[in-house]
């Protein structure tokens, strides 16, 4: 055969071109592999060894690496709490939870690290998953929140709410309604659902002025409920990979809806909150002088953000919304939670039920006549369980970390370097038993005793303290007294399939669920209603 030597020549010539290539690519992918091996075995030195928060205990995985806390939270579904738990009985009161965070489990520090003065900064590794950074939940510096949570305060404020007091009587009258039908329809009574819907309408109308009456619902809308449940649990995931959020707002909303049904009832909350604002903005183009006189559709906190004295940026369309959705979703768990709490509690205590029971029936007057808040707070033992409800309902159960932007914090013999987050939990507050003697029993008795009650009010948290505690504190406080205080005077319930695992916390998803993942909470039936004007056994 004839050889052709150019046409070997060129082969070689392709050959050693490939051969380079593939040289050039191996010499890549090594060096690359290199560079990724130096940068974390770099990264886990300085974190284990060089770092500020190398001296604080704790164990080296946790000071290694995020996914730590990822597992016992996105993989266990609210985990991490506990562990942070048995590390505390581990290493100390104070403890390295992450590569950047500490965690102090003592009670006498809480008045410090949440302090009105001086100002303390959020954490954003815990804020982003919220997707509220305009509002001033959403706000990490203490400047920045200090403005916009003053534009909120008149709105929440003890006075107001006082003012608003039959906004709550028309929804816990409502809610009794609908125990009236359950009774006569013999069913067992979703009570967790019943009061998750109370709390949405209530939130809604007091914020918007507009009832979006789930309360009127057939089930009390159970998907609803799940809904809530999914998204906390999202919660979990995504403050690790932050991405989650953003590729799920890129999906059309009616595949979110296909897999649950409840999220549709989410997307229609907040498109009819943006639907109220753009109202509520052309509405006061209309009027002039003080909108608050003026305006027919009643004071919003949207006028009251748009009257304030905060500048034109921080009342755009985005920051609106961001401020209603937070204030909103704020209040529905947090509130519906104590309800159940305390409901199933003096259900499942015959001799506290007889005690709440006979103070609400021995008020003065007539039985007919509903008692106001202001009269319910003077009543001893009612306030007691719901002090005792608050303590065991913990509001937010996650711990919330706090930094000291310039200063050093001191901790005993710990120098807490300035911008660390660190955070401490309302559930270890509440447990402990050096303040609470039996701190997993129910016992209103403890609160009984006035200065005993001064006392232990100032290690209860469940609004948290200093100047980021919860804005609707007074709102919550009458709709608890209210709520109670008209079921058990109204009803007499028993309870149907549920137990203590139903209500307690087995796991902390932002807010306090039962180790059951499947558990629809408090469910009751309606004995009887209650006769005015005789005793009930």
Same mark, same amino acid.
């Given at each position: 055969m004839f050889h052709n030597p150019i046409s070997e020549y060129g082969r070689r010539l392709l050959d050693g071109a490939?051969?380079?290539?593939?040289?050039?690519?191996?010499?890549?992918?090594?060096?690359?592999?290199?560079?990724?091996?130096?940068?974390?075995?770099?990264?886990?030195?300085?974190?284990?060894?060089?770092?500020p928060l190398s001296k604080f205990p704790g164990p080296k995985l946790a000071?290694?690496?995020?996914?730590?806390?990822?597992?016992?939270?996105?993989?266990?579904?609210?985990?991490?709490?506990?562990?942070?738990?048995?590390?505390?009985?581990?290493?100390?009161?104070?403890?390295?939870?992450?590569?950047?965070?500490?965690?102090i489990d003592?009670?006498?520090?809480?008045?410090?690290?949440?302090?009105?003065?001086?100002?303390?900064?959020?954490?954003?590794?815990?804020?982003?998953?919220?997707?509220?950074?305009?509002? $001033?939940?959403?706000?990490?510096?203490?400047?920045?929140?200090?403005?916009?949570?003053? $534009?909120?305060?008149?709105?929440?404020?003890?006075r107001r709410v006082a003012q608003h007091e039959a906004l709550v009587r028309r929804l816990v009258h409502k809610l009794c309604e609908r125990l009236q039908h359950f009774h006569k329809a013999g069913k067992t009574v979703p009570l967790s659902l019943g009061y998750t819907c109370f709390a949405t309408d209530l939130i809604t109308s007091y914020v918007l002025n507009e009832d979006y009456q789930y309360l009127d619902a057939p089930?009390?809308?159970?998907?609803?409920?799940?809904?809530?449940?999914?998204?906390?649990?999202?919660?979990?995931?995504s403050r690790q990979i932050t991405w989650v959020f953003q590729i799920f707002k890129c999906f059309p909303s009616s595949w979110a809806i296909t897999l649950n049904p409840g999220l549709g009832l989410f997307f229609k909350l907040a498109e009819r909150h943006q639907q109220k604002i753009d109202k509520i903005v052309t509405d006061r183009n209309r009027v002039s002088g003080n909108a608050e006189k003026q305006l027919s559709q009643g004071y919003t906190l949207v006028d009251q953000v748009l009257d304030s004295?905060?500048?034109?940026?921080?009342?755009?369309?985005?920051?609106?919304?961001?401020?209603?959705?937070?204030?909103?979703?704020?209040?529905?768990?947090?509130?519906?939670?104590?309800?159940?709490?305390?409901?199933?509690?003096?259900?499942?205590?015959? +001799?506290?039920?007889?005690?709440l029971r006979d103070e609400l029936l021995g008020l003065a007057g007539d039985r007919e006549t509903e008692p106001n808040a202001q009269e319910l707070d003077k009543l001893p033992y009612l306030t007691s369980v719901i002090l005792e409800g608050l303590r065991l309902s913990y509001g937010v159960s996650t711990r919330l970390q706090r930094k000291s932007p310039n200063q050093t914090l001191q901790y005993k013999t710990y120098a807490i370097p300035p911008g660390t987050p660190v955070g401490m939990t309302s559930v270890f507050m509440h447990h402990n038993e050096t303040i609470f003697p039996n701190s997993y029993e129910f016992v209103p008795e403890r609160w009984l005793d006035l200065e005993e009650r001064k006392r232990l009010e100032r290690y209860l948290v469940s609004f948290g303290k200093g100047s980021r505690r919860c804005v609707g504190q007074s709102l919550a406080q009458t709709t608890l007294?209210?709520?109670?205080?008209?079921?058990?005077?109204?009803?007499?319930? +028993?309870?149907?399939?549920?137990?203590?695992?139903?209500?307690?916390?087995?796991?902390?998803?932002?807010?306090?669920?039962?180790?059951?993942? +499947?558990?629809?909470?408090?469910q009751v039936i309606v004995k009887s209603e209650v006769n005015p004007g005789k005793e009930y056994q």
């Open positions: 490939f051969n380079t290539e593939s040289c050039l690519a191996s010499e890549l992918f090594i060096a690359t592999c290199a560079f990724c091996f130096v940068y974390v075995a770099g990264g886990l030195i300085y974190r284990l060894y060089i770092s000071a290694a690496t995020l996914w730590y806390e990822f597992y016992y939270d996105a993989v266990l579904k609210g985990q991490y709490t506990f562990k942070i738990q048995e590390l505390h009985k581990r290493y100390g009161p104070i403890v390295r939870v992450s590569p950047n965070e500490l965690h003592d009670p006498d520090f809480y008045h410090v690290l949440y302090s009105y003065s001086p100002g303390r900064d959020k954490y954003p590794y815990y804020l982003k998953p919220f997707d509220f950074p305009l509002s $001033a939940f959403g706000t990490e510096s203490h400047q920045a929140h200090r403005l916009r949570r003053g $534009a909120l305060n008149p709105f929440f404020s003890k089930g009390w809308l159970p998907h609803w409920g799940r809904a809530l449940k999914a998204l906390s649990e999202m919660v979990m995931v004295r905060l500048s034109s940026e921080e009342k755009t369309r985005d920051r609106l919304l961001q401020e209603v959705r937070s204030t909103t979703a704020a209040g529905v768990e947090t509130t519906s939670n104590a309800l159940s709490v305390i409901t199933y509690h003096v259900l499942a205590n015959p +001799e506290k039920h007889r005690r007294l209210v709520s109670i205080a008209t079921i058990f005077r109204k009803f007499v319930l +028993e309870l149907q399939d549920t137990s203590k695992v139903d209500i307690e916390i087995g796991r902390d998803l932002f807010v306090p669920r039962p180790k059951n993942r +499947e558990s629809i909470g408090l």
